[in-house]
């Protein structure tokens, strides 16, 4: 009797640790570790400066142009799209802070501020392997709804908001 309970407490032990395996391995993301929040704004400059105040930095980063690049072609809801976007990155001890002005052309940064104003759009995390990223992505319920890159790298966005509350975006970058 002795030998049968300890024998079932091992047995669960086990079945528990390969439960724990499974869960961990199904994860869509593997690196835990969020690398930016990105938060759309109508207005860079002020935002930017009120970012700027807000972290005690003396100076604003540079804000710069994210338009089509032609090694990574810029798709929304699956069309090839012009969209553009002024970007500033206040970078902190442990998270980039991403500011997003939608400029020109169809976008989920435009969609975003049309329909919920100014606010957090995504999180991001970094990953290599960006189409099996993808693809688990969407076998998981959560669609891409904008794709594009620039000559190292690339992003895609991944449409979590009916699940996760937000878009989570995927970011590589090319070594």
């Given amino acids: 009797m002795k030998r049968s309970v300890i024998a079932i407490i091992i047995v669960s032990f086990l079945l528990f640790g390969l439960t724990m395996e499974k869960q961990e391995s199904s994860a869509l993301i593997s690196d835990k570790e969020m690398v930016q929040v990105g938060i759309i704004v109508k207005d860079i400059e002020k935002s930017a400066r009120q970012w700027a105040a807000f972290l005690g930095n003396e100076e604003i980063p540079e804000i710069i142009l994210a338009a089509r690049s032609e090694l990574n072609p ?8 012009d969209a553009s976007a002024r970007l500033c990155f206040f970078q902190l001890e442990n998270i980039t802070v991403e500011l997003i002005e939608p400029v020109g052309g169809p976008s989920t940064w435009q969609e975003f501020l049309d329909t919920k104003g100014e606010g957090i759009h995504h999180i991001a995390f970094n990953i290599k392997g960006m189409k099996s990223y993808v693809k688990a992505f969407e076998e998981n319920g959560i669609p ?22 937000l878009i989570i975006e995927l970011l590589e970058h090319y070594e």
């Fill in 74 to 81: 810029t798709t929304y809801n699956g069309s090839l799209t």
């Fill in 144 to 165: 891409m709804v904008q794709h594009g890159g620039w000559d190292t790298g690339e992003y895609s966005y991944m449409d979590g908001s009916s699940s996760l509350a």
